[in-house]
């Protein structure tokens, strides 16, 4: 198969991954969302670096919000997840397999983006005080920060971005 081709099919499968595990699959309040949908985008970021997955990344927030809404379509979340796919991309890709990489990326991603980013866009949305919700949703930080650091380091460890870039010659 055509690289390209193969680049295509694969971040399809990544975003349909992406909206099953952050729509599906999670834990959704109108405050905070706890799930595994960055693992998906996290898989692009090590296979095809940044911008690769910030459209993975946006392409899967906007078919979620299509397929499974939970309210009005806001693009300010589509530019978040899109930046998370910046931020993988450039913590993760041809990195090597150390823990400092997928830590800075957890780091980065889940406090500028979904603690910062996302709480400043729900305010956008509801009308409510920023501080208070970066209260409510200091729940979501410490949980997601060690799952983002396990299951990022796990995905650079594993080789499976390597396994799969070896299917792509076969």
Not at 113 to 134: D, E, K, P, R, W
């Amino acid at each position: 198969m055509e690289n390209g081709t193969k680049r295509l099919a694969v971040s399809a499968l990544l975003v349909a991954a992406d909206v099953v595990l952050t729509r599906l699959l999670a834990i959704n309040t109108p405050v905070m969302k706890i799930g595994l949908g960055f693992a998906a985008v996290a898989l692009c970021a090590l296979l095809y670096g940044p911008w690769w997955a910030a459209v993975t990344a946006a392409l899967g927030d906007l078919l979620g919000a299509l397929l499974f809404p939970t309210g009005a379509y806001f693009p300010g979340f589509t530019v978040t997840a899109a930046l998370t796919g910046v931020i993988f991309g450039l913590c993760l890709y041809q990195k090597p397999a150390r823990w400092v990489y997928p830590a800075l990326a957890a780091l980065l991603n889940t406090v500028l983006v979904s603690y910062l980013a996302n709480t400043a866009m729900i305010c956008v949305i509801t009308g409510n005080s920023y501080s208070a919700m970066l209260a409510a949703r200091a729940v979501q930080l410490a949980v997601m920060l060690p799952v983002q650091f396990l299951v990022l380091g796990w995905l650079c460890r594993s080789g499976l971005a390597g396994k799969l870039m070896g299917q792509a010659a076969k």
